[in-house]
């Protein structure tokens, strides 16, 4: 079955960097594109971008820009958030999705917290 | 504050029908037939319930429902389960490279 395991919560100093990673199993890793979630604590969900499981090229929402880098390696179906320069704003949970076209996600990764405090 | 506006609260009792809706644009809900439902139990992995306004993938009882009017989307639960208690968030696809997403609904089962 299809499967997206995500890393363990993360807690961070301000100015430090940060590496999630989305684990997929169950289907071939290169046939579906993976987009990242974000929620802050008490807020919605916000799309951040995706990354072509093919090609590698990323793309990023507006707001995700600069700091953020979308990665993977395909010998360990592995999909990668990187975020550098943390600030306390970045404070969430962080989600991969995996991409079923039509604007849809079919599956999804359980979440990784990422809390940034002095 | 989120793109696509849904209340945060709805409720009923077992058996009950619940609504929830989802208020968009005409650049978004009302342009695009691209909205899903996401149902997400806190600390789970969320699930796809309903995609392009009203398509329910397989296994998703037909207790779910979707559907559009202009700007707004609205999911439907008829006879509530009590598993059916959990947030429920909408996205409509925005454009190129906007993909919004909706606050959540926190749904009780009295």
């Known amino acids: 079955q299809v499967q997206l395991v995500q890393s363990g919560s993360e807690w961070k100093k301000p100015g430090a960097s940060v590496r999630v990673s989305c684990k997929a199993s169950?289907?071939?890793?290169?046939?579906?594109?993976i987009n990242w979630v974000r929620q802050a604590p008490g807020q919605g969900p916000e799309w951040m971008g995706w990354?072509?499981?093919?090609?590698?090229?990323?793309t990023y929402a507006q707001g995700f820009t600069g700091r953020f880098v979308f990665s993977f390696d395909t010998s360990v179906s592995t999909a990668y958030l990187q975020i550098s320069s943390l600030e306390a704003e970045d404070t969430a949970v962080y989600y991969c999705a995996r991409y079923a076209g039509n604007h849809r996600f079919d599956y999804w990764g359980q979440g990784t917290l990422v809390t940034v405090s002095s | 504050q989120s793109a696509l506006t849904q209340p945060p609260s709805a409720s009923g009792s077992p058996g009950q029908s619940v609504t929830i809706s989802c208020t968009g644009t005409?650049?978004?809900?009302?342009?695009?037939?691209?909205v899903s439902w996401y149902q997400h139990y806190p600390g789970k992995a969320p699930k796809l319930m309903i995609s392009?306004?009203?398509n329910r993938p397989p296994g998703v009882p037909d207790r779910f429902s979707g559907s559009k009017s202009g700007n707004t989307a609205s999911l439907t639960v008829s006879g509530l389960q009590a598993e059916d208690e959990a947030d429920y968030y909408c996205?409509?696809?925005?454009?190129?490279?906007?993909?919004?997403f909706g606050g959540g609904t926190k749904l009780t089962v009295l």
């Open positions: 392009e306004v009203s």
């Open positions: 990354i072509h499981t093919n090609t590698g090229n990323p």
């Open positions: 169950g289907y071939i890793f290169t046939s579906n594109n």
């Open positions: 996205t409509s696809y925005g454009g190129t490279n906007r993909l919004l």
């Open positions: 005409s650049s978004d809900v009302g342009f695009y037939n691209y």
